[in-house]
């Protein structure tokens, strides 16, 4: 039974860092494209990052390019999301799914089964 668990959620300050990660169970995160998401609160889900099933090519959405890396761990069947220089309007909850494809067309498009998600929150 495929199965998603993100961590590394917390609170942190305007400008600030955290690492989520999402660790995948049942099937191997290397054979699909993968993406993160996150819902802020009164707003659908949104997707942000996504990496292609090869890994050699990641997409950002505008507000998060250059500030986030999407990444991957074969061997720990893990997908990461560092998020550097952080803002209020970071705040959400995030979550990991496999992904139909990668790119600016593809981004937002998760399949299959959905983690519980974690939960970001940017503050001073």
């Known amino acids: 039974q495929p199965r998603l668990v993100e961590s590394g959620g917390g609170l942190a300050q305007p400008g600030g860092s955290l690492r989520l990660s999402c660790a995948a169970s049942?099937?191997?995160?290397?054979?699909?494209?993968m993406g993160w998401f996150r819902q802020a609160p009164g707003k659908g889900r949104e997707g942000i990052s996504c990496?292609?099933?090869?890994?050699?090519?990641?997409y950002y959405i505008d507000s998060v390019q250059g500030r986030f890396t999407i990444s991957r761990d074969g061997g720990k069947n893990t997908v990461y999301l560092q998020m550097d220089n952080l803002q209020s309007e970071d705040t959400a909850v995030y979550f990991c799914?496999?992904?139909?494809?990668?790119?600016?067309?593809?981004?937002?498009?998760?399949?299959?089964?959905w983690g519980q998600g974690t939960q970001v929150t940017v503050s001073s």
């Open positions: 799914a496999a992904h139909m494809g990668c790119g600016p067309r593809e981004i937002g498009r998760g399949i299959g089964t």
């Open positions: 049942g099937f191997k995160v290397e054979h699909y494209a």
């Open positions: 990496i292609s099933e090869s890994g050699g090519y990641q």
